[in-house]
């Protein structure tokens, strides 16, 4: 049942599955991570900036590319409908007056889907880019909330939750920059820091009240899931200048 307190793998409404995230794993590439929430796990890689830009993109400034790969078969319309929200969302947090004429790539590898997918992939894209130096305004977190049809909020939904959903939306909210890297902490200085909503994304109907409800819920989350990125960063940052003396 989805409108109860406790739901059937034991979580209240508003917990979180465990996370988890580890970077600097693929060897070839510029930078990448892994980010899971449950059994959900998707592995982001970074390549570039290489030089050039694709018919049609501005030269003076940095172009995003976004490869989205399941874990299985082809990709579909709704892998398509990723790929376009994903580039749109790391474009509006990346500084992209710093490289022009440009192309970063972003390799999205889907390991196992049980719910919360793109929210997921959007979490593992921005730890990546950390790992790659990319020079970013801003870090972004993202949440997946459900609206059950007795009108309760859920956040973190697995695949069988979503499925009983009347609406299911994911949300990408700023976060303050993170001076992991010298290079970019320069640039980001002055850059003000965006204010709201990043991304929002809803598939099926709900109410002005139920989405706002929804927005403070995930507002609530995503703080968490700030602070959980920032303690990673900054221990990954730690154990770098331990290894270099």
């Known amino acids: 049942m989805m409108d109860v307190d406790v739901r059937a793998d034991g979580r209240t409404l508003n917990q979180l599955r465990p996370l988890t995230c580890s970077r600097n794993l693929?060897?070839?590439a510029h930078g990448s991570a892994r980010w899971s929430q449950g059994d959900t796990a998707v592995l982001?890689?970074?390549f570039g900036p290489k030089a050039g830009t694709k018919k049609g993109e501005n030269p003076e400034k940095a172009s995003i590319e976004v490869i989205w790969k399941p874990k299985t078969g082809q990709i579909g319309r709704r892998e398509k409908e990723y790929e376009m929200i994903l580039r749109q969302t790391l474009q509006s947090i990346c500084l992209l007056t710093v490289h022009p004429n440009t192309t970063t790539s972003i390799i999205v590898q889907v390991i196992g889907d049980d719910g919360a997918l793109l929210s997921c992939a959007i979490n593992a894209s921005c730890v990546a880019l950390v790992d790659a130096g990319i020079p970013l305004k801003h870090l972004a977190v993202a949440i997946c909330c459900g609206l059950t049809v007795g009108g309760h909020v859920i956040l973190d939904p697995t695949v069988l939750e979503e499925q009983k959903l009347k609406s299911v939306l994911h949300l990408v909210f700023p976060n303050p920059p993170l001076s992991i890297h010298h290079k970019t902490q320069?640039?980001?200085?002055?850059?003000?820091?965006?204010?709201g909503i990043i991304t929002s994304v809803t598939r099926g109907v709900m109410s002005v009240p139920d989405y706002e409800h929804c927005l403070d819920r995930g507002r609530?989350?995503?703080?968490k899931i700030s602070e959980f990125v920032r303690r990673n960063l900054q221990s990954s940052a730690r154990e770098g200048l331990a290894k270099a003396t």
């Open 44 to 46: 982001a890689a970074v």
């Open 186 to 195: 320069s640039l980001m200085k002055d850059v003000p820091i965006e204010h």
């Open 220 to 223: 609530i989350a995503c703080t």
């Open 26 to 28: 693929l060897n070839r």
